[in-house]
């Protein structure tokens, strides 16, 4: 069974990579975490559960990125994309996908930005 510990470290693997690479955002097929995280528990580590995407989605956030779709909402051999928190698409992403009183004048000015 997986501990907070192993997703966190599933998440510092793929900052990593992000980091060597000097991404600020790379598509992964959703499968592609459970498989870090059996070679890093063992092959107990999944049952299929969504407390397992949660919990990685808790460890992404703690790690400082954005996952989007979301794990849970992902289809299993779907496809999911790792965002940087602090770059430029991510605050694109969170203007879009949470809309507030102030986001579209937000949004239109980071999309505008986007020109320069």
């Known amino acids: 069974m997986a501990k907070k510990d192993d997703y966190r470290r599933v998440a510092r693997d793929?900052?990593?990579?992000l980091d060597n690479d000097k991404l600020a955002f790379k598509t992964y097929q959703r499968n592609q975490f459970?498989?870090?995280?059996?070679?890093?528990?063992?092959?107990?580590?999944?049952k299929g559960g969504d407390d397992v995407w949660s919990e990685l989605e808790v460890a992404f956030i703690n790690e400082g990125l954005l996952v989007f779709p979301s794990l849970n909402e992902t289809e299993e051999d779907g496809?999911?994309?790792?965002?940087?928190?602090?770059s430029r698409i991510a605050s694109i992403l969170n203007a879009m996908r949470f809309p507030g009183?102030?986001?579209?004048d937000e949004l239109s000015y980071m999309l505008g930005?986007?020109?320069q």
Do not use: C, F, P, Q
């Open 79 to 86: 496809y999911t994309r790792i965002y940087r928190s602090g």
């Open 14 to 17: 793929i900052k990593r990579m």
């Open 101 to 104: 009183e102030g986001s579209d």
């Open 113 to 115: 930005k986007l020109k």
């Open 34 to 46: 459970t498989n870090n995280l059996k070679d890093i528990v063992g092959s107990g580590a999944h």
